[in-house]
């Protein structure tokens, strides 16, 4: 039995950097064309597809060359469709740029493409401006890591007294280092009124050498910072012009969810969207990468990892794993430290993040506000095994088990 056909007139298209490979099914013929990536390539390739009376094309998520090709096909009225290509390999033996082509279309006529998620123009523009906040942010790090390397080359052991060397206090010393200050007392003396308990720490650990050259380099570093500091802000102004009234309100019902800032809520919306896309909770886990791999043969399982899935929300979401973990009085400080116990604290991060996924889903989706279980709310799920856990090994342990509740 054969596969039956769901588009009749359909086009498969082979992403590059610089060319396309096009291929069009029809029901009587097929055609190959090769058009170029840039845009006036694009447009005559969108002119060629109506004329052909083509609007269903599939193509593979090939690094970021397919954006543009979505883009114009998208804003012609045509649909295309982005599929996975770990889903789409083409026959072994027969790996050529016409043959992938032919191989795409092939897949999308019989309907056997699984459609990545696409959000809206409106969105992905939005998402990139998060991505590229988040990709300042860590540079500011990565530069904060560098200054602190100029301060040991230099014996100054600033970060082993302050908290934050990029904060109130450690920017005045580190822009007094840079100014040529070399007297500790005085260096000190530039902190914050909160470090007063902490001026002979800060004096002998201002006590260094600094030469002219760790200078200038402290110099263009603290300019570096500034200027990111500058960008993030602006960005962080940018997105919240772009955010709507609706994703507003959401932002602010996921920042009650213990790990979850604004920042990392804003991440979360940009990336999954409202949830619509999205059948239930396991699907957008998965999407994620934040589910378990599956492995099995022959009735054995044996270990996977999870999948590579959108590597930006997979990344915030173990951080928000790892903020919860941390909190005190919550179900998910109490369940990160459970799991913690078994298998680590990376896992449990990822596990924790997984269920404040869960939570922002129905939060987000169903238009809800998050409500604190508590931390007992584990053990009041299982009262009666933990109670019997609990007292049999009492009674190994040699004692006599009377139980009685508080108010008795």
Known sequence: MGLSVVHERCAGIDVHKAKLMVFVDLPREHARRVYGSDTESLLKLADWLQSMQVED???ESTGCYWKPVYNVLEATGLRPVVGNAMHMRGVPGRKTDVGDAEWICGLHRHGLVRASYIPPRAQRELRELVRYRQTLVEERADEANRIQKVLEGANIKLGSVVTDILGVSGRAILAGLAGGIEDPQVLAGLAHKRLEKKQDALQLALR??????????LASQLDHVRYLDRQITMLGDRI??????DQHSAVERLDAIPGISP???QVILTEAGDMQAFADSAHLASWAGLSPGDNESGGKRRPARTRRGNRCLRRALTLSGQAAGRSRKTYLGAAFGRIAARRGSKRAAMAIGRRILTIAYHVVKEGGTYQELGPNYLDERRRARVTRLAVARLERLGYTVQLQTATE
Not at 240 to 245: I, K, P, S, V
């Open 57 to 59: 094309i599939a193509m």
């Open 240 to 245: 919240d012009e772009r955010l709507t009234q």
């Open 208 to 217: 260094g050498t600094m030469r002219t050259h760790q200078r200038q380099m």
């Open 263 to 265: 920042l990392i809520a």
